[in-house]
């Protein structure tokens, strides 16, 4: 997964994320070249959640559903990548 700025300016390619006991451990390279691992502790999750408004979160299933459906057609070849 790759997070840009408005500019499109890549900013962090994760690479993995996975779980450490409680913790989320999220691996990848913060500006394209400084390789980094970032803990995410359970009341971080919640937090990041809290930052999101309502109407946010009962979109992110059709957001979720987006990313998908242009995530298999790109994988397809049928839509050029921007």
Do not use: H
């Not at 997964?1 to 994320?17: A, D, L, N, T, Y």
């Not at 359970?42 to 937090?47: L, R």
Request: proline share 2%; net charge positive.
């Amino acid at each position: 997964m790759k997070m840009f700025s408005r500019e499109g300016v890549e900013m962090m390619e994760v690479k993995s994320i996975q779980r450490d006991g409680d913790n989320l451990v999220m691996k990848g390279k913060v500006m394209g070249s400084m390789s980094t691992v970032i803990l995410i502790k359970p009341e971080d999750c919640w937090q990041a959640i809290k930052l999101l408004s309502w109407r946010t979160l009962l979109r992110m299933p059709l957001i979720l559903f987006k990313g998908y459906w242009q995530a298999k057609r790109l994988a397809e070849g049928k839509i050029a990548k921007a």
